[in-house]
């Protein structure tokens, strides 16, 4: 057991030392996760925690949308960034799969742009409910606790994962709570989106399925999505999500932070699980 923990450990400390806000002080990083999880596990607790920017959020253990801010400052940091650096106040913000708030606060907390953040698991959502709260975002961030897909509807999603529920499988046994889904395209329907991000457990086909009014806008500039073979389980595998994406006239990219330069790439990211994608 305590081998078990160590090998993590140094695993942990591997990880956080590539982190570009880390600088080499791996061991810093690695004391907050311990403690943190320490302290979560002695007395479990939502507990408030300071953030980049004067921002703050509630996090405990399980909500793994946003902990590791505690750890390494700025989770996601390339994509982080970009929203950063890429959205203004004239901007909105599409966050489907908001979690518990990591890329709307940023999007409005910092960039001050609009933000529709969608959020279908009602435990979930309350706690991004919270973090807007926290961070008196009601005016700059629109919360809705629904699903979206391919047609409006009612899908069963999986509500034992803590922050990392998904649509359920057919006959998958797990408790399962039924949400209502809409589509994009209607959401949005007298909205003009800048920038549209979709973290869904491995549903982005069916939500981009349901988007294609959406995808056509001109306003809509940038595109954050996750490829990381998760849509296995539905039958859809990142190259046919990549090539519905790019079919709208969107290209991949990555993102220099340091020399805030976009190098346009040949395919989705393999070296980390999102990849932003610009208009051409």
Avoid at 70 to 93: C, H, P, R
Avoid at 124 to 136: C, G, M, P, V
Avoid at 219 to 236: A, C, M, P, R, V
Wanted: proline share 3%; net charge positive.
């Amino acid at each position: 057991m305590i081998k078990k923990v160590f090998k993590k450990l140094k695993k942990r400390r591997k990880k956080f030392q590539s982190h570009p806000l880390i600088k080499g002080n791996a061991y810093g990083a690695l004391y907050r996760y311990i403690r943190f999880n320490v302290i979560q596990t002695i007395r479990p607790k939502n507990r408030k925690y300071n953030w980049i920017h004067g921002l703050k959020f509630f996090a405990e253990k399980g909500d793994a949308g946003i902990v590791s801010n505690i750890y390494i400052k700025l989770a996601d940091y390339e994509d982080s960034m970009f929203v950063m650096n890429y959205l203004d106040e004239n901007g909105l913000f599409v966050d489907v799969g908001a979690n518990v708030g990591h890329f709307s606060l940023l999007a409005s907390g910092v960039s001050k742009a609009k933000t529709i953040a969608i959020e279908p698991i009602p435990n979930t959502y309350k706690k991004l409910l919270k973090n807007i709260h926290l961070n008196n975002l009601e005016d700059k961030v629109e919360c809705l606790n629904i699903g979206l897909g391919e047609d409006k509807g009612e899908l069963k999603f999986t509500k034992s994962f803590d922050v990392m529920n998904r649509v359920a499988l057919e006959n998958e046994n797990v408790p399962t709570i039924s949400v209502p889904i809409q589509k994009l395209d209607e959401v949005l329907k007298d909205k003009k989106p800048t920038f549209l991000k979709i973290d869904v457990e491995g549903f982005e086909y069916f939500v981009l399925k349901g988007a294609d009014e959406t995808l056509q806008k001109k306003s809509l500039k940038y595109i954050l999505l996750e490829f990381n073979n998760s849509g296995d389980k539905f039958g859809i595998t990142d190259e046919k999500v990549f090539n519905l994406i790019t079919s709208y006239g969107f290209k991949p990219i990555s993102y220099d932070v340091a020399q805030n330069k976009i190098k346009v790439e040949d395919s989705f990211r393999t070296d980390k699980f999102n990849t932003i994608l610009i208009r051409e």
